[in-house]
């Protein structure tokens, strides 16, 4: 590996973490007025921003209507001064439109898509700083934004990642740790039922350590619940002592 | 834009009320909504800005870059700007929805930034004919309450007052070659001089009378606006017609007068506000409040 | 718009020579010491207008003009119907498409449309549909093509002019003729009707700038506005005031470049006679 020490002698990681801590979460539900739903979620320096428009009519091409279940319809893009060097646009391009995929079928798999027959769900996410882990910052920021539209899921997607380096599993890894070329792992989890949503693995991992990691992504995952969990139910609060004022 | 559908009925109270100077959300004709701004939001760019015009929120990010001077004007660094219509604003700006009106606005940005004195961009030249700054200025619409441009022109003053570029030399070796280094002090910067950095006051014809600082339902029922840029004196740096009316002589010279006079207070409005954050590097973002 | 995939392209990096002209610029060199313009001009004087509608045989409307070197041809075809299904609208709608030649300029243009371009086309859609009776074709649309022959300043307003002579070719119903004028304000003068170095020359400058201004002059409205450059608001009043009778004093020679082709477009007996007589006297401003 290349001159970076991912984690020193003494069990710390480049920005002070130990193996398993995650970054600092923060977020914030209802940004905004306009949208049904709306959330923004700081993971360390990883920001996101995710709204959600609907279950409205089908627009656009009427032969997209699924007729059993409700049209997730995904928009992912990255604001281009998000990167350390400038991009020329923010969407559209390959890994876009691979992001897009991958959450269409993470939120087709939670949301309880057969209570809305021939209609459609816009989730529209959008990073606005990138520093590794932009895929589980935008899990995490649409499922807030879904329970602030008041869309009925199976459970909260909580999403995280996790490395290896050294022989020890590392969680929640930013761009610096993902850019230095070992295995990373994306989990999002179902944390109640423990149901995988999404699995991607990058580069090469034994399969001996490979448990390893999963169960530290895991774990990843359900401290992340932890944090939304609470967010949900202050945000919640916030708004039934609101209702119950007027 | 973002739709709003009014009935007959609805444009009619809009229209009168205008008329009264008294608006559906109590303002008058020339008042703006409360402007909340906040600098250095992304740590990653040069300069950013955060700005909330009531229901109107645009993200602006500058990012200094080297590159090459335009041939017709080989000693001075230049602007580029980028407004990106994100779909979270309006399900309208998904794929290639929003291409049209942000090429439009993207005009208007460079074109009234063209005007030499707005910045020294005579400073942004590195090596005159081979390297400059580049200023990346993109903007990002989040959410769309109406009278964007407005918004984002004062996002733009804002984001360009949080701008620090670095300092850099040039090192010349025996054989005539230039090599640039770049300051690695922190405090090494230099930040740009914007009080000649105009703002943008557009002026919506609703009714018999005009209206600053339309919200959506506002623009909804307006025929024909002009926009128009004011800097910091009152002087005016660019002008067009929009919306698909006529107007005539005598509502023009109003519209302008009023642009005048709000101009000048907005950008005093925002230069105070700018004097507290201005400099800011540690914007809370979307978590305040 | 279609690319010629056969044409043989240039390098791929070019330079015009007059970048590398030596810096000659000045402002007070727009006027000379006696107060006319480097062509002789007055202040306030007009270039030569010509102008014909009915040039390009396949369209339905069509007009070619020329403000001394500044040369423009328009083409209307419509109303006809809307080619997108979903646009569905009450009112009908214009459709511009506006093109410098690539020769037009002294710099050369792209074959895309550039920003200014399709600014332009914006302008000059948004200034002639005040004047048209938009809700007598509603569901469909009327398409404006524009192609600037030579570009010798106040190209935007020759070609609102042209498109507006191209429409009542066209025989689409209008209110009032759409007249344009530009007017180029430098700290001491204002010149009217700029040719392109007047219009271009250091327009970046503080107190210098350009109004271009589109108007109906019989229900006495502007229908469009464009202002670049640093000018204070009592310039720019001032300007809209003079391009007001700017565009007053073209308002007739339209009037009577319609009334001809009119006249020969109806009356096809008298067609020759009226074709040799205007070969003689072309309309002069």
Known sequence: MSGLELLSDQGFRLDGRRPRELRKIECKMGVFQQANGSAYIEQGNTKALATVYGPHEVTGNRS???HDKVLINCQYSMATFSTG???????GDRKSQEMQLHLKKTFEAAILTQLYPRSQIDIYVQILQADGGNYSACVNAATLAIIDAGIPMKDFVCASTAGFVSDTPIADISYLEESQGGPELVVALLPKSDQIVEFQVNSRLHLDNFEKVLDMA?????????VLTRVVKDHVGQLASKMSKT | MASTQLSDGEKTFIIHGVLDNLRNDGRTCENYRQIEVECGVVSNTSGSSRLRLSNTEVLVGIKAEMGQPKPQSPKTGFLEFFVDFSANASPEFEGRGGNDLSEDMSTRFAEVFQTNNILDFESLCIIPGQCCWVLYIDIVLLECGGNLLDAMSLAVKAALANTRIPKVTVLRDSEGGEDIEVSDDPDGYHTLEISKVPLFVTLSKIGQKHVVDATLEEEACCSASLVVSVNSSGDFTGMVKKGSSSLSNDSIHDMLVTAKKVGIQLHK????????????????????? | MP????????PEVTQSPLYFLEDSSGISQLVNKDGTRKDGRGENDIRPIFMKAGVVSQAQGSAYIEIANTKVICAVYGPRQVLRREDFSMTGILKCEFKFATFSCPFRRKFQPDVEEKEFALIIEQALSPAVCLHKFPKSQVDINIRVLENDGSALAASIICSSVAL???AVEMYDIVTACTLR????????????????NSINCESNGVVTMGFLPSINQTSSLLQRGHLSCDKVLKALQICTEGCQRIYPLIHECI????????????QDKEKSEEDQNPSKG
């Open chain 1, 64 to 66: 997209k209507i699924e």
């Open chain 1, 85 to 91: 060097e400038r991009r020329s646009r923010s969407t």
């Open chain 1, 218 to 226: 895991i774990k990843g995952c359900k401290d992340v619940h932890a």
């Open chain 2, 269 to 289: 409005g925002l230069d105070t506000l700018l004097s507290e954050v201005g400099q800011s590097t540690a914007g809370r973002g979307f978590l305040v409040g």
């Open chain 3, 3 to 10: 690319v010629d995939k056969k044409r043989i392209t240039g």
């Open chain 3, 168 to 170: 009542t070719d066209a």
């Open chain 3, 185 to 200: 304000i430098t700290p001491e003068h204002m010149l009217m009707d700029p040719s392109y170095t007047e219009e271009t």
């Open chain 3, 259 to 270: 009334r001809r082709s009119v006249k020969s477009k109806y009356r096809p007996a008298e």
